[in-house]
Structure formats: structure tokens, C-alpha cells
């Protein structure tokens, strides 16, 4: 993983923080924090980290933790119903007719980074990506991991 520590946060953040303040101001004790404030810091600590929206907006580490777990195992179980391909992945580099007994068509091979994954009940992909097919490999990457569910 990368380090989500870095950088500066976005205004959001300081916008929740300012609207957490105001509302913490005016409360009734013993008051919960209402979803809404959950759900947008949740979906800025599944980007910039949960003990740093945590500490930013001054939310309870362990409760902002399972809000982040809740919202990603919700994700995971999303339905898949459909992954498209782009037709360069499909593509002979050799279009000609094939002759018996020479090989058939020759699939192009991408020479870039290559994404291996598996998962704890033992299923495997290995991707080879090339260059500018980024995002269709995270479409086929999270298919793999919602498959079944």
C-alpha cells in the first residue's frame, strides 16, 4: 500500500471539521453524531487514511475504523453484472489465415507492470498490463474479487 499520510487534505475536510464543531456546539448530551457526518468522513478516510480524517476532523478512531470496514465490505458484495473488455486486449498481432500444422495466431503480450492476485479461497489471476489499459485492468481486478458474492 502507499502512503496515504502525505500530502495536503482536500477542503472537504475542513469543512467537516467546521460543520462537527458547530453541531458538537449546539447538541443535546449524550447525542449521537449523525450519519451524515459518518458517511462523508468514512468516505474520506477510505481515501486519506482512517487516523488521519480521524484526527483532522476529530472522530473516534476504533468507531471511524468500523464505518470504513462496514462501507468496504458493502462494496465488496456489489453485484458484478458485467465487464467489457476493449478489443486490444483481443487482437491477433499474426492476422494471417493459419496453415495446418504452423502455430495459430499470435496474441500481443503486454511488457508492463503485472497485477498477481489471489484470494484465501484459492483462486488466481495474473495480469500483464500495457500501457494505457489501466483503468479496464481495475474493472477486470475488482470483478475478480466480487466474483461469487
Known amino acids: 500500500m502507499g502512503k496515504r499520510g502525505t500530502g495536503p487534505l482536500p477542503p472537504e475536510v475542513s469543512v467537516l471539521q467546521e460543520a462537527l464543531e458547530a453541531w458538537r456546539r449546539t447538541r443535546a448530551k449524550g447525542a449521537a453524531t449523525p450519519s ?7 468516505e ?3 481515501q486519506f487514511g482512517v487516523c488521519r480524517i480521524g484526527r483532522a476532523v476529530g472522530l473516534d478512531y ?3 475504523r468500523r464505518q470504513v470496514a462496514k462501507a468496504r465490505a458493502k462494496q465488496l458484495s456489489a453485484p458484478v453484472t458485467f465487464v467489457e473488455l476493449p478489443g486490444t486486449l483481443l487482437v491477433p498481432t499474426n492476422t494471417q ?3 495446418l500444422g504452423e502455430p495459430g495466431p499470435s496474441w500481443s503480450h503486454g511488457t508492463g507492470p503485472v497485477i498477481e492476485l489471489s484470494t484465501p479461497d484459492g ?3 495474473r495480469i500483464t498490463l500495457e500501457s494505457g489499459l489501466g483503468a479496464e485492468a481495475a474493472l477486470v481486478v475488482a470483478a475478480f474479487l466480487r466474483r461469487g458474492h
Open 36 to 42: 451524515a457526518f459518518w458517511a462523508t468522513a468514512t
Open 44 to 46: 474520506l478516510a477510505m
Open 62 to 64: 476504533g468507531c471511524l
Open 97 to 99: 489465415a493459419p496453415v
Open 123 to 125: 483462486a488466481c489471476m
